[in-house]
């Protein structure tokens, strides 16, 4: 191997022979050109060797130069892998606590967010047929509380019936009749199972529906809703009516009426808390209630609530136990996850028919 070597350096230096390149297994290397005895000096500092790759043992393994074969091999023991599967489940099981918790504060927001636009969106109705009423001699209004649901720790939703201006003033309907008022039902799940839920519902009317009513039933008397002291709201049981669902999940509907005297006009009327226009209001002395008779209150305090869906079935379903005990749990339950909106609303014509009243079957 060193007189090849130096035979082949010899031939590069003196430019007799050409330059064999090393084979695929072999590697080059230059190296400072040192004197060899018998050779002389180098005319080039460097010379190139050819350097053999270590010889394979065995199936090819590289050996070490003490001669043994190096073998590493990869792998985890059942340990390793038991521990890496129970921080895997901890991770997992954490993280679909996380996505559980935001689903349920994404749906609870989405519920609220459409629950508060429906009740937005009904006190914006009623407010606006309110400060339209029209109250006179020939057109009453009548208000009573506790109709529905009215016994011992019930809701006591109201009931309203006035005369407003805020139809279409296109058609011919600007003066229209209305009622407010809460329906109960029984309704059943998606499995069947009876609940109780109350839904806000809006009547119109408009004045000839009375009077239509001779002609296709003869047996009914027409009523003329401007006569003096007609309460209109005794008939309308017997007239065709738009009936307009305005909220489901209701469980509060309250109205207060607030007289010119600044006292509460929802007086006691043969047990009933009541304001009919027609007779005045009752918490004003007998003496003084001709005073304020054929005109509106001042102003109407209106409280809606609106609770959602998933408390207002769960609640239903207990409504109807006949533990007095459940059915309050269950309304405190329906009350805390409700959306509650005041809105306080004063008729247009009400300071004209206060400071100046008109009475048109007795003025010239």
Partial sequence: MRSQRIKDSAAINSGTEAPRLPTAAQTLSLEPARPRAGIGDFNSGLFLSIVQPPKAAGRGRPVSKQGRVSIRRGGFTMIEVLASMAVLVILVLALTGLFMEATNITRRGTTMLMRNSTIETVMETILKDTES??????????????????????????????????????????????????????????????????????????????????????????????????????????????????????????????????LDWMGAMSGL??????????????????????????????????????AAEEGGMALLSSDSSIRQNARAMMIRESATMVGRASPVMGPAQFHHPANHYTDP
């Fill in 133 to 262: 009423m029209v109250v006179n001699e020939r057109l009453p209004c009548y208000i009573e509380a506790d109709v529905v649901d009215s016994g011992s720790g019930g809701f006591g939703f109201d009931e309203a019936f006035f005369i407003t201006t805020s139809g279409d003033q296109d058609d011919d309907r600007a003066y229209q009749l209305r009622r407010y008022y809460v329906r109960e039902a029984i309704v059943t799940n998606a499995l069947g199972a009876p609940w109780k839920r109350y839904q806000l519902f809006r009547d119109v009317w408009i004045f000839a529906v009375a009077d239509d009513e001779q002609p296709f039933n003869p047996s009914k008397i027409p009523v003329d809703v401007m006569e003096q002291g007609m309460r209109w709201w005794n008939h309308v049981d017997t007239w065709g009516t738009e009936r307009v669902m305005l909220a489901d999940n209701v469980v509060r509907f309250d109205i207060y009426c607030l007289g010119w005297d600044g």
């Fill in 273 to 310: 808390h009541v304001f009919d226009s027609t007779v005045g209001p009752m918490s004003v002395p007998a003496g003084q209630r001709e005073r304020f008779r054929h005109m509106p209150p001042a102003s109407f305090d209106i409280y809606l609530q609106i609770t959602s869906p998933e």
